[in-house]
């Protein structure tokens, strides 16, 4: 039997870094640290380590589509597959940064939607029968889509909204942030919601189709909000330690085998949330 691996995106630090400790811990199998920067990463790696941890290091650039491909080509060889994946890998801006809005929304949703959309184009075909998929979203998908208009709300809540309207939808914020009448046309003021926004979306409509072209083979894909977390993103002032945010990544990418109910979900404090 092949040895079963977890890869965790973005994960020399905060979250992402909490979540790989907690695996090395929790799974049986090989667990991969990965960043873009090899530096950092190993550094993460090196710290693990010294607790007593065995994570593996690959370097990962999830918004360089050639690093995205390398990364599944070495999955595929050496494994045969993913067992876990967990995208975390993500920005944000600060509150007070001075950057045009539309600006950030590009940059932003290039990251958060794109990049985490072309992770999983390349990597949903290699997850191996009983794999997890566990998608980082944030509280501010919600929150977002609460301050959209009633017509974009009943798009981004639909159960018939495709992958293509999805990123016609996230294509059009960007249009409509850089030419300064996003706030006309039903969007909120916030690309880092929007971005996380799109990223529950499009892990309900992956899951719909897991389930419909791979019925038999028991993988389970969800978004989760972590919490506030004290991380370089968040700052200081969070209420969740990293380890306490990764809480509910690891209880996903850990559900036991003939979990069904759990699929194409946006999970809080490892609850089910109304979307």
């Not at 979250?15 to 950092?40: E, P, T, W």
């Not at 607790?51 to 690959?58: A, S, V, W, Y």
């Not at 977002?144 to 999805?166: G, K, N, Y």
Request: aromatic share 8%.
């Amino acid at each position: 039997m092949s040895t079963r691996v977890a890869l965790v995106t973005g994960s020399n630090k905060g979250i992402g870094f909490a979540v790989v400790r907690a695996l090395c811990k929790q799974f049986a199998g090989d667990v991969y640290l990965s960043a873009r920067d090899v530096g950092r990463g190993e550094k993460a790696v090196e710290s693990l380590k010294a607790e007593g941890l065995g994570p593996l290091f690959l370097r990962l650039d999830i918004t360089d589509p050639v690093s995205v491909r390398a990364a599944r080509d070495f999955f595929t060889e050496k494994y045969g597959g993913v067992d876990v994946l967990v995208n975390n890998a993500g920005i944000a801006y600060k509150v007070a940064d001075k950057t045009p809005f539309g600006t950030q929304a590009e940059v932003t949703l290039k990251t958060n939607f794109f990049a985490t959309r072309d992770m999983c184009t390349v990597f949903l075909p290699i997850i191996k029968p009983g794999g997890r998929v566990v998608n980082v979203s944030s509280v501010m998908s919600s929150i977002a889509l609460s301050r959209c208009s009633p017509e974009l709300q009943v798009r981004f809540r639909s159960d018939d909204i495709t992958e293509e309207e999805l990123v016609q939808l996230m294509n059009q914020f960007i249009q409509d942030a850089q030419a300064g009448v996003h706030t006309k046309k039903g969007w909120p003021e916030t690309a880092y919601g929007v971005s996380k926004l799109g990223v529950t979306v499009l892990s309900r409509i992956h899951a719909w189709q897991l389930r419909r072209e791979r019925p038999g083979d028991g993988i389970l894909l969800n978004a989760c909000c972590p919490g506030w977390v004290r991380t370089d993103m968040a700052g200081p002032n969070a209420t969740k330690s990293p380890d306490e945010g990764a809480i509910t990544p690891v209880y996903l990418a850990l559900l036991p085998a003939g979990t069904s109910e759990l699929h194409g979900q946006f999970v809080s404090e490892k609850q089910v949330q109304v979307w």
